[in-house]
């Protein structure tokens, strides 16, 4: 399917591919490799960038080297920084410098598969969504390989919590593979401070508060050994809901929101691409 949203920069691609990576040199290739054959097969251009979020392997040497050896129609990039962040300070750090039209990121495990693109991309670039969020807990999903009981009852008791703190109605908030529209998502984006586990429902709060048009879609989803998230992790998570509430309360990302729904308005009145 062709995009039919109007681009403000025709050299610009349609496309970046965001996969945040900490020590994941062991499957970084075998990713890369599948993320690379699909997007060079599509219609639209694309980028892809690998945000190295401070790993302490060779992380870095196994995306420079695969994309040395692998130059085609795709545009690759590293973005690198040190120390470790968090999955989310990377994922901000990539939407900031993607130049694609629409962003969307994706667990270095590919647990969403790649193949699922067109079903988050295609909403926005036909100019219906702003954001649109792979989920597992729609009617439609199709969960091959399950997580451990523990960790997908803890999941869901996390999912009841971010709708009773943030009154967001969605189902499921952490599964990794969501698009940005990023005209309009770049200042929400440019004032959220969560940098870990909590970092996507600040993203989808922002979105929601600003009036952007979100989509939650059923996506095909497996779980992946080897999985960064542990205990500690979801503890953070819940630490991070507080610390949202408390950055809407004081009014932190109140002049962000107000920028964004300019820009959201600005667009709105734009005529529509043929």
Known sequence: MLPTIAFTALAAPVLSFLIPAYNESARLGATLGQVLAYLGAQPYSSEVIVLNDGSTDNTVEVAEAYFATHQGRVATRVLSYTPNRGKGYAVRQGLLAA???????????????IEEVPAVLEPILSGDYDVVFGSRALSGSQIGQHQPWLREASGRFFNRMVRLITGLPYADTQCGFK???????????????????????????????AGLRLREQAVRWNDAAGSKVGLLGGLHGFRELWELRQHYRRGSYAAALARTQAVAASQAQRPAAA
Not at 184 to 207: H, I, N, Q, T, Y
């Open 179 to 209: 698009a940005f529209r990023l005209d309009v998502c770049r200042p929400m984006v440019a004032s959220a401070k969560l940098d870990r586990f909590g970092f996507d429902v600040e993203l989808l709060f922002l979105a929601y508060q």
């Open 99 to 113: 130049q694609g039209a629409v962003a969307i990121f994706s667990d270095a495990d590919l647990s969403t598969p």
